[in-house]
């Protein structure tokens, strides 16, 4: 159990890493283009399915996509659960 809780810290680390990048414009060719490629390939799966289920809020000429929220608390209630 111990294993799965540290994975479970694991992800919500790499999901917040994630969220914080994508509020930054990233170049092409740099070192964070591959780091936040690496992160959209680790997190990307659970969050296009969830993506595709939750249409993003809009907020006027804006949208909130809200699958990385609801991933974010789902897997601190887990941990809460199971840790």
């Known amino acids: 159990m111990d294993i799965i809780c540290k994975l479970l810290g694991a992800y919500l680390l790499v ?3 994630r969220i914080v990048l994508s509020w930054f414009p990233i170049s092409r060719g740099s070192a964070i283009e591959t780091v936040a490629a690496f992160l959209h390939a680790l997190t990307e799966p659970v969050l ?11 907020m006027g000429a804006m949208a909130l996509d809200l699958s990385p929220l609801i991933v974010f608390f789902g897997i601190t209630i887990l941990r809460g659960l199971l840790c």
């Open 48 to 58: 296009g399915p969830l993506r595709r289920a939750i249409p993003p809020v809009r």
């Open 15 to 17: 999901l917040l890493a």
